[in-house]
């Protein structure tokens, strides 16, 4: 089979759009690259992953012609085609909708991010497959979510604090939650746009997936960050540094409006939806 040949892009706004076609789990990526101006406002989602290792040692077959990919995107693409089940995966992933041995283009590219990323459906940010405990994370975050979600409705309707009760240091879930905040991703520098621009994100670990809000939410926790001496304990110095940082993080994408829906009965006052996390069939 050939190796695949791009085609140049043409326009200052012209990105590609990778399509994924269906597939067992067991067999190689395939589909076509489609070529779009973000002016046109198309329909996407994006990915955000580790590059990890540079081993190509894996390939996906695009309109007829081979591409290597790195591992950790094979990996990647895999899980979001099993995602989308008999549907076509319609997504823009860095490694593959940018020549990246074409330099101009690449640093053209780069200068688009703030646009594909605010423009894109969902951001689906990929972490690997389950480990380390990863398997408890989304039960532990449902019971912290809970908590602070019933300090803020006491909070409303009767006055009090907002001092949500978190699971006590023992809890097997701070260690989890720590391993899980050192995963790699965590500490890309692109993060900040992957994370903060996009309207939706989506977070997917081995079998599961958590709804942005669990996430942004906990980074918004103020009891989380007048209890950092005591998250080191129980999370680990980087784990809890981590959990620091991307407490701005939360408030960029707050002031941004992302994720918060306002009661137009009640100017200013969000609605607080509780989304919860869920197994992939």
Same mark, same amino acid.
């Given at each position: 089979?050939?190796? /695949?040949? /791009?085609?140049?892009?043409?326009?200052?706004?012209?990105?590609?759009?990778?399509?994924?076609?269906?597939?067992?789990?067991?067999?190689?990526?395939?589909?076509?690259?489609?070529y779009?101006?973000?002016d046109?406002?198309?329909?996407?989602?994006?990915?955000?992953?580790?590059?990890?290792?540079?081993?190509?040692?894996?390939?996906?077959?695009?309109?007829?012609?081979?591409?290597a990919?790195?591992?950790?995107?094979?990996?990647?693409?895999?899980?979001?085609?099993?995602?989308?089940?008999?549907?076509?995966?319609?997504?823009?992933?860095?490694?593959?909708?940018?020549?990246?041995?074409?330099?101009?283009?690449?640093?053209?590219?780069?200068?688009?991010?703030?646009?594909v990323?605010?423009?894109?459906?969902?951001?689906?940010?990929?972490?690997?497959?389950?480990?380390?405990?990863?398997?408890?994370?989304?039960?532990?975050?449902?019971?912290?979510?809970?908590?602070?979600?019933?300090?803020?409705?006491?909070?409303?309707?009767?006055?009090?604090?907002?001092?949500?009760?978190?699971?006590?240091?023992?809890?097997?879930?701070?260690?989890?939650?720590?391993?899980?905040?050192?995963?790699?991703?965590?500490?890309?520098?692109?993060?900040? #746009?992957?994370?903060?621009?996009?309207?939706?994100? #989506?977070?997917?670990?081995?079998?599961?997936?958590?709804?942005?809000?669990?996430?942004?939410?906990?980074?918004?926790?103020?009891?989380?960050?007048?209890?950092?001496?005591?998250?080191?304990?129980?999370?680990?110095?980087?784990?809890?540094?981590?959990?620091?940082?991307?407490?701005?993080?939360?408030?960029?994408?707050?002031?941004?409006?992302?994720?918060?829906?306002?009661?137009?009965?009640?100017?200013?006052?969000p609605?607080?939806?509780?989304?919860?996390?869920?197994?992939?069939?």
């Amino acid at each position: 089979m050939t190796t /695949y040949t /791009y085609r140049p892009l043409e326009g200052e706004c012209s990105i590609r759009i990778l399509g994924i076609s269906p597939a067992p789990d067991d067999h190689q990526l395939s589909g076509t690259l489609f070529y779009a101006s973000l002016d046109d406002k198309p329909t996407f989602d994006t990915l955000s992953y580790t590059w990890g290792a540079p081993d190509f040692s894996s390939r996906i077959t695009i309109d007829g012609q081979e591409l290597a990919i790195a591992a950790n995107l094979d990996s990647a693409l895999r899980a979001m085609r099993s995602r989308s089940g008999t549907e076509p995966t319609i997504i823009w992933a860095d490694g593959i909708c940018i020549n990246q041995k074409d330099i101009p283009e690449r640093n053209h590219q780069v200068r688009l991010m703030h646009g594909v990323y605010s423009e894109c459906r969902t951001c689906l940010i990929y972490l690997g497959e389950e480990a380390d405990g990863s398997h408890e994370v989304p039960g532990f975050l449902t019971k912290i979510y809970s908590s602070h979600i019933r300090s803020l409705i006491n909070s409303c309707t009767r006055g009090q604090p907002v001092n949500p009760v978190l699971p006590l240091a023992e809890d097997s879930g701070w260690k989890a939650l720590g391993a899980f905040m050192r995963r790699p991703w965590f500490r890309r520098i692109w993060i900040v #746009q992957e994370f903060c621009l996009p309207a939706d994100i #989506q977070m997917m670990c081995g079998r599961w997936e958590l709804p942005s809000q669990y996430l942004v939410d906990l980074f918004g926790i103020d009891a989380l960050g007048n209890a950092s001496s005591g998250l080191t304990a129980v999370m680990g110095e980087e784990g809890a540094r981590t959990l620091g940082v991307h407490s701005v993080h939360y408030r960029i994408r707050r002031a941004l409006g992302r994720d918060m829906e306002i009661d137009m009965d009640t100017p200013g006052i969000p609605v607080l939806t509780i989304p919860h996390p869920f197994l992939k069939s």
